[in-house]
């Protein structure tokens, strides 16, 4: 449970890097008091023609960015503005739309909702029909045009994010300085080596704490199914260790035979968590491709086998305790 949901969120933030990267521009710029990630329509397209007068600005785009769902986005673009900073999207079938309730997808997307060049989809009220899939890694995994995704959500002229590209990106940091110096203080305005920096999981909010809630509970949990399973045990084997301290075995002896039991099986439950880990990958990638990705994460591992060890240690104490202290007569005695 550890591993897949650390791995979703590594996954998630990754895969979202990779598309960003695959934008091709060297500057984002976000309107005043936009928070890093958000997905708020307020800069105006009036600006993408001021910024391409700049010194270095070679071309810029914006693109306004619509949430459909809890992990689900339609991105519009002006297409052709788009492919000269990206390069053209590569289509693995079909073509770029070309009418106004038309729509192009990513392979993932395209996978999970089981779709194909000429399908109809419902998105914002209204049907679209896929023109075209194209290879993924670009920015967005559905994209319908600029101007009727601003019609439809009441955002006429106004994007989320402009992207600008400039002659030689080694000016990034000139370029941003000039901008901030001569009307645009107030915008966020970064490198785009700074916004994949930012795709970490310490700077979305919430999703530390929530790790570490369920990384609790998962010790929580684990304690106790071993302090049960042990008690049982011990309960099990009262007239087996009856005859070990009948033997002469010391409590200490009795102790260390079930807890070396405990962390035997914590480790192969361990191992078994890892391995179980490219099953809910594989599971994720056929069956829910466009909205979640799984990476597998080594760092992880020695992390969470180390917090299965201790709950499963903790759990067994007690039991342990128990069955060194029983006294060697009543356990033999017992039915």
């Known amino acids: 449970m550890m591993l897949t949901l650390v791995g979703l969120s590594h996954g998630m933030l990754e895969d979202q890097a990779r598309r960003s990267r695959g934008i091709g521009a060297d500057i ?23 910024l391409e007068k700049q010194p270095h600005v070679a071309l810029a785009t914006g693109a306004l960015i619509q949430a459909t769902g809890p992990l689900s986005s339609v991105t519009g673009l002006d297409l052709p503005a788009f492919e000269k900073m990206s390069g053209n999207f590569r289509f693995l079938a079909g073509r770029p739309y070309e009418k106004p309730d038309e729509a192009i997808v990513d392979e993932y997307y395209a996978r999970q909702h089981k779709l194909h060049v000429g399908d109809s989809i419902n998105m914002l009220n209204r049907q679209w029909r896929v023109s075209g899939i194209f290879e993924q890694g670009k920015s967005a995994r559905l994209v319908i045009p600029l101007d009727v995704l601003q019609d439809l959500t009441a955002n006429s002229g106004k994007v989320t994010v402009v992207y ?106 361990s191992i078994l968590g890892i391995l179980f880990t490219y099953g809910t990958r594989w599971l994720i990638a056929t069956f829910a491709p466009g909205a979640l990705l799984q990476a597998i994460v080594p760092d992880w591992w020695p992390i969470a086998a180390g917090i299965a060890l201790v709950g499963a240690l903790l759990g067994a104490a007690w039991p342990g305790l128990k069955a060194a202290r029983q006294d060697a007569i009543e356990a033999l005695s017992y039915e």
Not at 41 to 49: D, L, T
Request: hydrophobic letters at 50%; glycine letters at 8%; a negative charge.
């Open 28 to 50: 984002f710029i976000r309107a005043p008091g936009a928070a890093f990630l958000s997905l708020s329509a307020g800069f105006s397209q009036n600006f993408i023609p001021f």
């Open 164 to 269: 600008v590209k400039l002659d030689n990106p080694a000016y990034t940091q000139e370029v941003i300085d000039y901008l901030k110096s001569h009307g645009m203080a107030d915008y966020q305005i970064h490198s785009m080596e700074e916004l994949l920096s930012q795709f970490t999981v310490a700077n979305v909010p919430m999703l530390p704490e929530f790790i570490g809630v369920v990384i609790g509970l998962g010790t929580v949990v684990g304690f106790l199914v071993v302090f049960l399973s042990m008690y049982t045990a011990v309960l099990e084997r009262t007239r087996e260790i009856g005859v070990l301290k009948a033997l002469g075995a010391s409590p200490g002896f009795i102790l260390n035979v079930v807890l070396r039991e405990t962390t035997l099986l914590a480790i192969l439950g």
